[in-house]
């Protein structure tokens, strides 16, 4: 939860609630600033409570991953298979999406983190530009993944 527009999390709250509930033994698991822990539940909803009325700006919030994603300032190189690993250059990340210009088309793709991190799988794209994984991806049993 941000406390304005700079950013800043807001810390002063005085309960927390996970559908209504107080003291559920994983709510640390919202506050704790580790990306790979989570809350789980069929529905979620997620109540601050402050001593005062206060102004919020917005929300800060992570997708369940296991670490595979693009992290700010951590840097990224993407490669393209053509026989050999074809590197299209190496970029900082600052923000969670990577912008790679005139990119070949119909080709596998590999990004590394050069940072961080060893788990990486080849992806392809579709014609409408979809992302999707070999081995990994329901676009798998789809007959335009051959024909890409």
């Known amino acids: 939860m941000l406390?304005?527009?700079?950013?800043?999390?807001?810390?002063?709250?005085?309960?927390?609630?996970?559908?209504?509930?107080?003291?559920?033994?994983?709510?640390?698991?919202?506050?704790?600033?580790?990306?790979?822990?989570?809350?789980?539940?069929?529905?979620?909803?997620?109540?601050?409570?402050?001593?005062?009325?206060?102004?919020?700006?917005?929300?800060?919030?992570?997708?369940?991953?296991?670490?595979?994603?693009?992290?700010?300032?951590?840097?990224?190189?993407?490669?393209y298979w053509d026989k050999k690993w074809v590197s299209l250059g190496e970029k900082k990340a600052d923000d969670t999406v990577l912008v790679y210009d005139a990119i070949p088309k119909s080709m596998l793709y590999l990004l590394k983190n050069n940072s961080k991190g060893k788990e990486e799988f080849v992806f392809k794209f579709d014609e409408e530009g979809n992302q999707f994984w070999v081995g990994c991806s329901e676009y798998e049993n789809d007959k335009s993944f051959y024909n890409l």
């Open 3 to 79: 406390d304005d527009k700079k950013g800043q999390v807001a810390k002063d709250w005085n309960k927390l609630l996970i559908n209504n509930e107080e003291g559920s033994d994983d709510y640390t698991n919202l506050i704790d600033d580790n990306q790979l822990s989570f809350v789980e539940r069929k529905f979620l909803s997620v109540t601050y409570a402050f001593n005062k009325p206060k102004e919020i700006f917005g929300f800060e919030i992570q997708a369940r991953n296991d670490g595979n994603h693009i992290d700010v300032g951590d840097n990224y190189e993407l490669h």
